[in-house]
Every structure is written in C-alpha cells, then in structure tokens.
C-alpha cells in the first residue's frame, strides 16, 4: 500500500549524483558506492539511474542495467523517511517493466542475507533464491543471496 504522497520516477541526471552519494553514505555506510565510483558509473552510459521522487522531492533511486549478457538490478533504496509506505514497489516495477520492454528473458540480482526488508520486496516481486555467495559484501564479511526472476510478458501498463 503506497502513501498519499504524489509519486514520480525519472531518470536521474548528473546534478542529482550528490544526493545519491549523500544517501549511499546515510544507508550503506562503510559499504557505500563512492561519488567517484558513481559519477564514474553512471557517465559510462551503462547502466540506468532512476529517482523517485514524493511530492517533487527525491526520496529514492534504483539503478540497473547489464552485467555482460545478464539485465541486473545493481541498487534500489529509498531515503530513511520514505520508506514502510510500499513506495519501493514502485521502482522495482519500474525496473521490471524495463527489462520486460527489452525483452530480457531473467532478471538477476544480490541482496544481503540479513536484509529482511529487500529480500521482503524481492519475493513479493517473485525472484527465487539460486545461489549464496559467502562473505560477498565487505568488509563486514556478510553473505550475498543471488536471486533470478524469469521474466514474463509486457504488461499493458509498461512505460512506453
Ligand atoms: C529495501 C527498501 C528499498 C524497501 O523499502 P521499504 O519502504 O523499507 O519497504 P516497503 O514498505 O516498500 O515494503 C516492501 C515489502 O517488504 C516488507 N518489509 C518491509 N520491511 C520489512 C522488514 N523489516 N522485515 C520483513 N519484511 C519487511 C513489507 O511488508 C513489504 O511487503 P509487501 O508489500 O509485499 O507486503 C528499503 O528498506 C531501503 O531503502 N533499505 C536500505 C537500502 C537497501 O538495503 N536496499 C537494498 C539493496 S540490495
């Protein structure tokens, strides 16, 4: 269930870069992407960065792409005060709904094994477990959970 508050998702540009440093930092912390690492990332034009924003603000990204041959969700977060309203749905949908308007057969991605609230969303989505990566996120040495989706046809409410 999504709160009241006016949501929109957009691609990010590059003066929305900082904010998304600022939030790795306040989420992720030790394991935070670098701002060198994500102005790096997201000038090489591989990968999709996209916001979501709650009455004109941003309170969310997700970033996603290829990873050789496999469509890949790198990073969804939303903001600490955005989230417990369901607005996460909204990106992993518009995420799906990318990869179903290219055709990708799987979607693939890695979740902490302790991330009760991601692996929540995850298989509410209906990603499967396929495999543990041991000690995958440093350096806190924890455990990745690779999960796959099978991705199924377009839905009539796809972006176009
Ligand atoms: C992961 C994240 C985007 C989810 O957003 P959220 O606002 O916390 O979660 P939502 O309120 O949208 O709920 C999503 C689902 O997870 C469930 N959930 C939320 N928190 C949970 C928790 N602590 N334990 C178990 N389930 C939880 C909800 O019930 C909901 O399920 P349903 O809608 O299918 O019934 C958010 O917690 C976040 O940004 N976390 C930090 C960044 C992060 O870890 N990203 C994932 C990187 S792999």
Redesign the pocket.
């Known amino acids: ?2 709160g009241s508050r006016r949501a929109r998702v957009r691609d990010l540009t590059s003066e929305d870069l900082g904010w998304v440093a600022d939030q790795e930092k306040a ?2 912390g030790m394991s935070a992407w670098s701002p060198e690492l994500i102005a790096t990332d997201f000038a090489s034009g591989f990968r999709r960065y996209r916001g979501l924003e709650l009455d004109g603000a941003l309170a ?1 990204y997700a970033v996603y792409g290829f990873d050789g041959d496999a469509f890949h ?1 790198m ?6 005060g ?8 909204i ?1 992993m949908e518009d995420f799906l709904a990318e990869a179903r308007r290219l055709g990708v057969a799987e979607v693939w ?4 094994v302790t ?11 209906g990603f499967e477990d396929v495999r543990v990566r041991r000690r995958y996120y440093q350096p806190e040495g924890i455990d990745a959970l690779v999960m796959r989706l099978r991705v199924t046809a377009a839905s009539p409410t796809d972006r176009a």
């Open positions: 269930m999504t989420i992720f969310g969700l990073n969804v977060a939303l903001a600490s955005a989230r417990g309203e369901g607005h996460s749905h990106l991605l890695e979740v902490a991330n009760d609230a991601a692996l929540a969303l995850y298989r509410s989505h």
